[in-house]
T-cell receptor, first 113, second 115 residues
Framework: DAGVIQSPRHEVTEMGQEVTLRCKPI?????LFWYRQTMMRGLELLIY????????DSGMPEDRFSAKMPNASFSTLKIQPSEPRDSAVYFC???????????FGQGTRLTVV | AQKITQTQPGMFVQEKEAVTLDCTYD???????LFWYKQPSSGEMIFLIY??????QNATEGRYSLNFQKARKSANLVISASQLGDSAMYFC????????????FGSGTRLQVQP
């Protein structure tokens, strides 16, 4: 079974540009999470979906960030406009149920110059 | 208040010895799960072990075991017979409220296994 698939693996973009990160969760998993990891702040939850519905988006930094989950097999995280402080590794993770472990994708390393 | 506290930024252990990585948590919810993840230098997050708040026995997975002390709100990870490949960052995480909330992570402990 394929794991959580994220694309792209690496993204370098200029300040002000739109960035879209993509995630395909493990088939059959009903929870999906987006996390951001930086040296300064560690692993931060951005948003949590359950059955495609956003449950907790309190971690989304500001209006420049938006996330969608149009169906059970796909989610996007969009940053518009991007800023250098958005540079981080963005992880997508999914879990089968509310109480089981989350499996992480390989992450997208975003660099905004 | 911090939900998950990992007080050891870095740990060293000799190969083949056991090591304990500390984790304390804070919740008022009676239903929660505790997780440990490993992040090697390559960057991926690898699930290691899970303990539910209602589990009577400590979880074990191969060389990993979780020393769960509910009254003290601690969930320490014990790695037995350390191997060089165990060198990595280790994160403790908690999920409260029967899944109504997402995983919250601690700041991590960097473990270095020395030959």
């Amino acid at each position: 079974d394929a794991g959580v698939i994220q694309s792209p693996r690496h993204e370098v973009t200029e300040m002000g540009q739109e960035v879209t990160l993509r995630c395909k969760p493990i088939s059959g998993h009903n929870s999906l999470f987006w996390y951001r990891q930086t040296m300064m702040r560690g692993l931060e939850l951005l948003i949590y979906f359950n059955n495609n519905v956003p449950i907790d988006d309190s971690g989304m930094p500001e209006d420049r960030f938006s996330a969608k989950m149009p169906n059970a097999s796909f989610s996007t995280l969009k940053i518009q406009p991007s800023e250098p402080r958005d540079s981080a590794v963005y992880f997508c993770a999914s879990s089968r149920t509310a109480n089981t472990e989350a499996f992480f994708g390989q992450g997208t390393r975003l660099t905004v110059v | 208040a911090q939900k998950i506290t990992q007080t050891q930024p870095g740990m060293f252990v000799q190969e083949k010895e056991a090591v304990t990585l500390d984790c304390t948590y804070d919740t008022s919810d009676p239903s929660y799960g505790l997780f440990w993840y490993k992040q090697p230098s390559s960057g991926e997050m690898i699930f290691l072990i899970y303990q539910g708040s209602y589990d009577q026995q400590n979880a074990t997975e191969g060389r990993y075991s979780l020393n769960f002390q509910k009254a003290r709100k601690s969930a320490n990870l014990v790695i037995s017979a350390s191997q060089l490949g165990d060198s990595a960052m280790y994160f403790c995480a908690m999920r409260e409220g029967a899944g109504r909330r997402a995983l919250t992570f601690g700041s991590g402990t960097r473990l270095q296994v020395q030959p």
